[in-house]
């Protein structure tokens, strides 16, 4: 370091021989040191990056963002679809936002994808992070919608359906069903998300006319559910019962180390003493 | 005429069915239901006090009814005047 | 010293330079994106430092992020490794750190820290050895492949900075004040010369390669030590090494030309790289690893 | 009383058991949070929106509305209602809310190209008064106009008309109703003689069948439509027919979508009514007592000018046939020529439209008998893409549910037949088709109008708000009905006008050529919604003219207006509306209005105060006026006998028409206030009941003459939500005609007993062959009418066709919804919907900036092709609301020739990239 004052030139470096590792021991300490600095940075570092990497779960990203990982690892957070965006739809998180620092997200109440036919976003991206072999813009994934039933107008039996008249895959991604209301000869004509056209654009939420919007996007994983693999339902899905998958990998596994170490299953509990 | 206010109680899921079933029958209009606990609010439309516990029994009878009871009661005296009007409509 | 307003702007000639380069880069990315600024109708530079796009044809990409990607196991685009490679190529010629004196935009924030710090504290809280940055550039590679996220973009303040600047204020200056703290109050040139995997990254790749280089007269100099104590990377200054290959070799040189015109006798001056004599090469780099330590 | 009593004790016996039992439910509900609204006084109100009319509560603390909700007990909505009438109460509230009168201006004087500036109310009148009196010495009576609207109240739209016609002898007032439902009001009167519809929406209930022609019901009567849907859903032999030109919300709910070209309905209904001749499915016991056969001339023209002076060049083409036409070959078919031959046709009935006589039931057999299923199949398909045999069937379902004589029909219709240049006849038309089956006035059996505005009905119907009506569907030109108003007004024999006046269409025209020079809009916004505004906009601003606008926001009319009067709105007056199923609903003053925004009605009552009679009631010229007991263009001085009946030359109008003993006697304040105030009568400084006063006065019209409505208290009893009309001993009248609820049928059980046009002479189907006349009261009449094309088509240059209409979250043209700023983002913008492949084919996708251009102008605007209604090849729809795209002003000018009313359905346009 700068250990000396300018002012006195008699401190000026003369040599580059300073001796640092004078022993061996010293050496070896050092060494464990900065090992010991090292991966214990090196931790801190990583707990930083992936706890940013996710924080946020919820971030809606442009069309065509590749799966988190993918999408996290190959952002080079320059903001060229953020300028590419035509509607301003895009943003690049600043610290604390709803995003992973230096991506790009949107917020759809505020403003929504509008699904650009040539998704000019996906164009700017020079790392590939937003897919390029998405050509048609209704195939992208942004996120999912979701009603809020219980806050929903159409819920409650008004004549709303903002939400499935300003969708632009209408039918696809919502649709009307017809319930009878019982309390009164009027019917309720109720909104419901499908989830395989949804692109996730945030239209609707977007137009929604309640205070908080009762219609909400947000990535499919946080909220879309999966019925078991070793379920078909027989009424949906001809010849479901003949493509059933093999038993489940845990369970054959039980099955192999059993037959290995001659124990079969459940022998603890029968061979236990207590009653 | 009597009109009885009836609280019925069905299993949460089959509310809608129980709701179906409760307003195909005569003089019974479900006013209210609470889909989270399966209950429903029930007026009944009878002649007679006799036909009024006769059709309490027959909300009792229908299937998926946990409970069915007279809450609140009272007898209107004043005879119906319109009969230009339908029977059905004044229920609408 | 003459000082009239032609001398003393001599005399700050290249800090201007660089600081017009500085804003003038950032301004090229500011006026694209926020009043639409283009060229044929082509957008003139759209992006920011970390990769950008020239006149809507030609993509630039910062080399050490591209480095870490590929690290984290994901092809790119031969677009933006070709990119990467011409931004690379630039920089190798001209010296690889001119990067940071020239263009980072955290470049005045330290600068004003450590003249801060010279004018006022001029104490260190606590030593760090200057190599620790070519541990955080071996570290940010190796998490790069350990984690799968570009270990060194997910938390750099210098991408905060500039994306901050370009796309509008968010809560990015902090991480700025902190720098400007850390390198003001407690360790002098603490992030630029001692921290910054991407500056180590410029050192290394461009130690051999730099063309510009400061040049040395031993022979006018009078050792008075002015040029060190302005120098953010003192230890290059080293004057039996100056004495001996009559230039500054190491990488850590930014070309920031502060130790030019300081100097009274112009014993300093920018000239192309003479490549010194087989052997001195070893001798050198040995120098450099052991220089001026705590 | 008993209905509602009934039902009112239901709720309450739900109520006390939900309470019981610890369930909230909506009457507990607002109990309950009355703990925590307390201050909050609930009261019933009517949607400010469409024509179905439903019943809200609204909530009011310190002079501000702080909630609304459906009406739990209202019949029509039973608590819900759609998402404008959600935002009820925010309409209020908009931020550029008008709230002093504003005058173009130069240096404190007025200036008809001055900047608005405020001034004062008496400022306001005061210039009024001298522009009126300028346009009235000047060119009389005709010289000055009024534009009124279907959402006026009961009570304003009762002032106006007797300020203009008794006071001023003006018949120049007519409604935006006139471009809303004037087909339908003319068609009912040509074929019963009596306005509006026999049924009401319990037919819903009762029906197994409802088909929406031209009528985008689950958009534009959304509550109603739950009830379809309802229907539906709970009747498993229930039918929903959709007819269209276009794929819409409609569609979804129905069974049966019936795609077809603009214009040929009228081909479509000739073939319901041969298929049932044909199929004797013809109901001929009903036929023989209640009905007669009509028919009348075809060459009527389009309603437009017959002259090309003011037209652009552009126009002109258009405009020539006005004059004569070369019937298409379809035409020629249809009119049963020889399609070979060209017929080319002078216009020469255009000034008599609506003349007609009886001709028998063989002429109707022969004239619908050119109608075959492969002529109009042909002729009506719509969809290009749709295979001739897939469009057959449908025809031939759609007259399989029409003609099954044990299937109720339920015929719906809205904008697409009435807004159309042959609106009245298809009107006609779809009574022929219900009359020959008998399908009408009993429960779930009903031809039914669905009108767009809240009191079309109640306002521009019922009071005669019409340029050619008087108050209980009386009309100026019949001497019989002038004397019974006059009586009742107390007027001056000959005081009325006999010459019906200006429609609003003519109003614009006579703006441009300069007969009118004052106009006073109330509570619309024509410049924003009639077609071909270009016109219009350039009289209004340029020539020598005054024009008054009331208006509660800075609309397109207010920014073209000379004065704009700031306005109380809905809930901050007293007023009542009466809604499609003629229900009327009377509210209370809920809310005062903002700053010097004052109701519509004190405005007419303050203005009338500045005008004498001597001023009024002289001798006046009326051009072309020509009628019995009356000089060739002229009116007569009426003073001499006025002043015999005790008026004074000196009198205000006010005076004379309003501040009558009579009305005097309506105190205020009155018991049925309950606590509410009036502003109106505030600002008058009387102590007389204004609103309550006019409204039994206007009451007096109707009562015993088959437009019976309740007393003004009844309307607010609280367990009454709305009544019926006629209200005959205190009963509503659900349907009309039956015997079984109509105390008017007074002979036998089915009497069609409307008294206006009973009386023709007898023809063919080419004209009148004798001249004396027949009467066949109590009777209804079955009219052929063939298929016209439409005055415009889309050709080489203009290749596309355009309508325009409505749609959910906007009312009519936004000046209310766009000011509540959820409905705003939900619908930002109006955009052109139109065919994917017809966009792909001019180089362009969805979301492309175009121009769109007609005759008549252009104009930039958005395009989609996966939006809400999605055209067939050839079509595109667009919706009015939009200000900034103000898409009307393409559109022809054209009407019905009978009704007047403007034909948005129908304009050519081509579009290409801006």
């Known amino acids: ?275 | 005429m009597n009109i009885s206010g009836i609280l019925v109680v069905v299993p949460p899921a089959r509310i809608e069915g129980a709701t179906r079933a409760l307003n195909a029958l005569p003089g019974v209009e479900v006013h209210h239901t609470e889909p989270t606990t399966g209950r429903i609010v029930v007026v009944q439309e009878a002649e007679t006090v006799d036909q009024e516990v006769a059709a309490l029994s027959r909300i009792k009878a229908l299937s998926g009814v946990m409970l069915a009871e007279m809450v609140y009661h009272v007898f209107d005296e004043t005879p119906p005047e319109w009969d230009a009007i339908p029977a059905d409509m004044a229920a609408s | ?294 | 009383m008993e209905l509602s009593r009934r039902n009112f004790l239901k709720s309450g016996v739900a109520a006390a058991t939900a309470m019981a039992v610890g369930i909230p439910i909506s009457r507990i509900a607002s109990v309950a949070a009355a703990e925590t609204e307390q201050d909050w006084r609930w009261d019933k109100g009517v949607c400010r929106f469409c024509g179905v009319g439903c019943g809200i509560m609204i909530a009011t603390q310190d002079g501000k509305i702080v909630a609304t909700k459906g009406d739990p007990d209202a019949p029509v909505n039973r608590g819900l209602n759609c998402v404008k009438g959600y935002f009820n109460g925010k309409i209020l509230y908009g931020k550029d809310r008008l709230t002093q009168p504003l005058m173009r201006m130069t240096d404190g004087r007025f200036d008809k190209k001055g900047k608005f500036a405020p001034v004062t109310w008496d400022q306001a009148f005061d210039e009024m008064a001298i522009q009126f009196k300028k346009a009235y010495e000047e060119k009389g009576p005709t010289g000055i106009g009024v534009i009124g609207s279907g959402q006026w109240l009961i009570q304003e739209g009762y002032a106006m008309t007797k300020l203009m016609k008794a006071g001023f002898r003006s018949n120049n007032i007519d409604p935006n109703a006139r471009n809303c439902m004037a087909s339908a009001v003319a068609a009912f009167m040509q074929v019963f003689g009596i306005d509006e519809p026999p049924g009401n929406y319990d037919d819903i209930e009762y029906t197994d069948t409802v088909v929406a022609w031209g009528a985008n019901m689950a958009e534009a009567h959304p509550v109603l439509w739950q009830r379809v849907i309802d229907r539906r859903l709970g009747h498993a032999d229930m039918k929903v027919v959709n007819i269209t030109t276009l794929r819409n919300m409609t569609s979804e709910g129905s069974d049966l979508e019936i795609i077809i070209k603009p214009n040929t309905d009228t081909a479509l209904l000739n073939y319901l009514a041969r298929e049932i001749i044909h199929r004797d499915e013809v109901n001929q016991a009903f036929v023989d007592a209640h009905c007669v056969f009509c028919a009348g001339p075809t060459d009527i023209g389009y309603g437009m000018r017959a002259t090309d002076k003011f037209a652009f060049e552009a126009e002109k083409d258009i405009q020539a046939r006005e004059i004569e036409v070369t019937l298409t070959r379809d035409e020629a078919i249809g009119l049963g020529l020889d399609p070979e031959q060209v017929h080319t046709i002078k216009q020469a009935n255009a000034a008599t439209a609506d003349r007609h006589w009886l001709v028998g039931f063989e002429d109707f057999k022969t004239g619908v008998e050119p109608y075959t299923l492969d002529f109009v199949a042909e002729l009506a398909k719509g969809d290009a893409e749709e295979s001739l045999d897939a469009f057959k069937a449908k025809l031939v379902r759609l007259a399989d549910l029409y003609a099954d004589p044990k299937r109720k029909m339920v015929s719906f219709w809205t904008m697409g037949f009435n807004q159309h240049v042959r609106g009245t006849w298809v009107n006609e038309q779809i009574y022929s088709v219900h009359l020959l089956l008998g399908k009408i006035a009993e429960p779930g059996n009903s031809p039914f109008s669905l009108t767009g505005q809240p009191s079309a009905c109640g306002t521009a119907r019922e009071v005669g708000t019409f340029s050619h009506r008087l108050p209980a569907d009386m009309v100026v030109n019949i001497a019989k009905h002038r004397d019974i108003t006059e009586q009742t007004w107390k007027l001056p024999p000959k005081t009325l006008n006999p010459k019906p006046g200006s429609h609003i269409t003519k109003i614009m025209r006579d703006l441009e050529d300069g007969s009118m020079s004052w106009v006073w809009v109330q509570v619309n916004n024509p410049f924003q919604h009639v077609a071909n505004a270009n016109h219009w906009l350039k009289a209004a601003r340029e020539n020598d003219n005054f024009i008054v606008v009331s208006d509660a926001y800075p609309s397109i009319s207010a920014k073209v207006a000379d004065l704009i009067l700031p306005v109380a709105m809905i809930f901050e007056k007293w007023g009542g509306y009466g809604n499609a199923e003629r229900r009327t609903q009377l509210w209370r003053e809920q809310v005062p209005p903002p700053g010097e925004a004052r109701s519509d009605l004190w405005q007419i009552l303050e203005f009338s105060k500045r005008i004498t009679l001597a001023e009024v009631w002289k001798d006046q010229a009326i051009p072309g006026l020509k009628d019995e007991g009356f000089e060739e263009g002229k009116l007569p001085d009426v003073m001499a006998s006025a002043q015999e009946m005790g008026y004074q030359p000196e009198m205000t109008l006010y005076e004379a028409l309003f501040e009558t003993p009579e009305n005097k006697a309506f105190a205020w304040p009155d018991p049925v206030a309950k606590g509410h105030d009036n502003h109106t009568v505030k600002h008058l400084g009387v102590d007389w009941f204004v609103e309550k006063a006019l409204f039994e006065e206007y009451a007096a019209f109707g009562r015993g003459h088959h437009h019976d409505l309740a007393p003004f208290d009844v309307y607010y009893q609280d367990d009454v939500r709305g009544l019926r009309w006629p209200v005959v001993d205190g009963k509503e009248t659900p349907w009309r005609f039956n015997a079984k609820y109509d105390p008017y049928v007074k002979n036998g059980e089915i009497e069609f007993y409307g008294g206006a046009m009973k009386e023709l002479v007898t023809g063919n189907l080419t004209g009148p062959t004798t001249e004396e006349k027949t009467k066949f009261p109590g009777k209804a009449k079955i009219f052929f009418r063939p298929y016209a094309a439409p005055v415009e088509s889309p050709d080489g240059n203009y290749d596309l066709w355009l309508c325009t209409g409505r749609l959910l979250e906007h009312w009519h043209t936004g000046t209310m919804t766009r000011r509540v700023p959820e409905l705003h983002r939900a619908m930002p913008a109006a955009v052109l919907d139109m065919n994917e492949k017809d966009a792909e084919e001019r180089g362009l996708k969805r979301q492309d900036t175009v121009w769109i251009e007609s005759r008549r102008g252009k104009i930039k605007a958005v395009i989609e092709t996966t939006g809400r209604n999605r055209p067939p090849r050839g079509y595109s729809f667009m919706a009015f609301f939009d200000e900034s795209v103000f898409v009307n002003k393409l559109c022809i000018d054209a009407t019905c020739p009978i009704s007047k009313e403007e034909d948005f359905k129908k304009t050519a346009i081509k579009i290409y990239k801006v």
Not at chain 1, 95 to 100: F, N, S, T, W, Y
Not at chain 1, 160 to 180: G, K, N, S
């Open chain 3, 1 to 294: 010293m003459n000082h009239t307003t032609t001398t003393r702007l001599w005399h700050w000639r290249y800090l201007i330079l660089r600081r017009i380069v500085q804003i003038g880069v950032l301004l090229l990315f500011f006026g694209t994106l926020h009043w639409g600024w283009s060229v044929f109708g082509l957008p003139l530079l759209s992006g920011n430092l970390s990769a950008s796009e020239v006149l809507g044809q030609l993509t630039l990409a910062d080399p050490f992020a591209t480095l870490q990607i590929l690290l984290t196991g994901h092809v790119l685009q031969s677009e933006v490794l070709l990119g990467a490679a011409l931004v690379l190529g630039v920089f190798l010629v001209l010296g690889g750190r001119v990067w940071c004196s020239w263009v980072c935009p955290v470049n005045p924030v330290t600068d004003f820290a450590g003249f801060l710090h010279r004018k006022t504290w001029r104490k260190n809280l606590f030593g760090i050895p200057r190599h620790l940055r070519y541990a955080v550039l071996a570290l940010a590679l190796l998490l790069s492949v350990l984690i799968g996220l570009p270990a060194f973009e997910w938390v750099s303040p210098i991408g905060a900075m500039h994306r901050e600047i370009i796309f509008g204020l968010g809560l990015g200056w902090t991480a700025l004040l902190g720098l400007f703290l850390f390198d003001w109050l407690v360790v002098k040139q603490g992030w630029c010369g001692h921290l910054c995997p991407l500056g180590a990254f410029y050192s290394v790749v461009a130690r051999h390669t730099a063309q510009i280089r400061v040049k040395f007269d031993q022979a006018s100099c009078n050792g008075c030590g002015k040029c060190q104590a302005i120098c953010p990377e003192p230890q290059v200054l080293n004057l039996k090494r100056l004495a001996r290959d009559g230039q500054v070799l190491s990488g850590e040189c930014t070309n920031c030309a502060r130790c030019i015109p300081i100097c009274p006798e112009k014993s300093l001056a920018f000239g192309w790289r003479r490549n010194p004599g087989p052997g001195s090469g070893p001798a050198q780099q040995q120098l450099i690893m052991k220089e001026d330590s705590p």
């Open chain 1, 1 to 275: 370091m700068c250990r000396t004052h300018p002012s006195e030139p008699s401190a000026f470096i003369t040599s580059g021989d300073s001796p640092i590792m004078t022993t061996r021991r010293s050496f070896i300490q050092k060494s464990i040191q900065g090992a010991a600095v090292a991966t214990s940075g090196g931790m801190l570092w990583s707990y930083l990056a992936i706890q940013n990497a996710r924080a946020e779960p919820s971030a809606l990203r442009p069309p065509g963002a590749l799966p988190d990982a993918d999408f996290n690892a190959l952002c080079i957070k320059c903001g060229r679809c953020v300028v590419a965006c035509p509607y301003n739809t895009l943003t690049l998180a600043a610290l604390a936002d709803r995003a992973p620092l230096g991506t790009p997200y949107f917020e759809p109440r505020q403003i929504p994808c509008y699904l650009c036919h040539d998704i000019p976003c996906k164009a700017a991206c020079p790392t590939g992070a937003l897919s390029p072999t998405l050509d048609e813009v209704m195939d992208s994934r942004m996120g999912l919608a979701f009603i809020d039933t219980e806050h929903c107008l159409s819920w409650q039996g008004l004549r709303c359906e903002i939400c499935y008249r300003v969708c632009p895959l209408r039918d696809q991604a919502i649709r009307v069903e017809t319930r009878r209301r019982e309390l009164s000869k009027h019917a309720m004509l109720l909104p419901m998300v499908l989830s395989e056209g949804c692109t996730g654009c945030g239209i609707c939420e977007n137009a929604c006319p309640t205070e908080i919007a009762a219609i909400k996007v947000l990535p499919a994983e946080l909220i879309q559910g999966k019925i078991g693999d070793h379920f078909r339902m027989g009424w949906t899905q001809a010849g479901g019962a003949t493509s059933d998958p093999e038993p489940g990998e845990t369970w054959k596994g039980q099955l192999d180390s059993a037959k290995d170490q001659g124990h079969a299953p459940g022998l603890d509990y029968l061979n236990a003493p207590e009653y």
